[in-house]
């Protein structure tokens, strides 16, 4: 997409997640720069919210369960019938593992992580190809994975795949795209540790003190901006945080270094007895 970074008027924007942390951010930021925003989220009350902090009608709220396949399979006709068009699909909606072994993950978590992180971003994706391939000057989609997707942490074995998972589907589409010549980019972020409720929540249960945690983590605003930026650029990969980075380049060195970097971090919470974990 060739656009001014810094001018999006008059573009159009679908954000899933839009009802609270990175979601919230990359929505309200997309419209500081002019943008409209069709917020995306299973949220209600959440998307309220980011309506109120928009205050303009250039944020439109629908509710959406992206696990919901044939919720997803209607989505983009009902966006379309309350904008004129649209230019690019931040794929932000995700939900987190438990911090918990294989063996204590049960089935019905394990499909929804899946359904959700991997297939709610793969069926929205499809849904909305289409449309953006009609764009003259091209669409952008985003695809989020996660530090997760780089290194196999402790207690979240099935959130790091269903991650892992949607970032190569990121990678693959993005070849699609270039081999058929297509106007629509496609950019897989790897986001680290942003200072988010889901962020604020895991540090409280693996028991590390808020104010450490919050220091160490990216803000969600700023964390917001890179990734608009590098959709907008059209880049095929972006890590995201400090964490990020240093584990993208522990794993280029040696994936044995990146899973011992990962162990040191929250192995000995995960895998003390479970009596103590529930102290």
């Excluded at 699909?89 to 918990?100: E, H, V, Y």
């Excluded at 929205?124 to 669409?139: I, M, N, S």
Aim: glycine content about 10%; proline content about 4%; some cysteine.
């Amino acid at each position: 997409m060739d656009v001014d970074g810094k001018d999006l008027t008059g573009k159009v924007f679908v954000v899933t997640g839009a009802g609270n942390g990175i979601g919230r951010c990359v929505a309200l930021e997309l419209i500081s720069r002019g943008a409209t925003v069709v917020g995306a989220d299973i949220n209600e009350v959440g998307l309220a919210e980011t309506g109120r902090l928009v205050g303009d009608s250039r944020f439109h709220a629908h509710k959406l369960d992206i696990g919901d396949r044939e919720a997803v399979q209607r989505f983009p006709d009902a966006v379309l019938a309350d904008v004129e068009h649209v230019d690019g699909l931040f794929n932000i909606a995700g939900i987190p593992q438990d911090t918990q072994p294989i063996a204590e993950v049960d089935d019905d978590r394990i499909d929804l992580l899946m359904r959700v992180n991997y297939y709610g971003t793969v069926w929205l994706t499809r849904a909305f190809l289409p449309h953006l391939e009609q764009r003259p000057d091209g669409g952008l989609i985003l695809i989020t994975s996660s530090l997760s997707g780089l290194a196999p942490f402790p207690g979240a074995a099935f959130y790091g795949a269903s991650k892992a998972a949607v970032a190569f589907f990121g990678y693959g589409l993005a070849q699609d795209q270039r081999g058929k010549k297509s106007k629509v980019t496609v950019t897989t972020v790897l986001p680290g540790t942003i200072w988010t409720d889901l962020v604020r929540n895991t540090s409280k249960a693996l028991g590390t003190p808020e104010a450490l945690a919050r220091n160490f983590a990216m803000a969600p605003e700023k964390a917001a901006r890179l990734i608009i930026d590098a959709a907008l650029a059209g880049r095929v990969r972006a890590v995201v945080g400090k964490d990020a980075h240093v584990f993208n380049g522990a794993r280029r060195l040696s994936s044995r270094l990146s899973e011992r970097m990962a162990y040191a971090q929250v192995g000995r919470f995960v895998y003390r007895p479970a009596r103590r974990r529930n102290e």
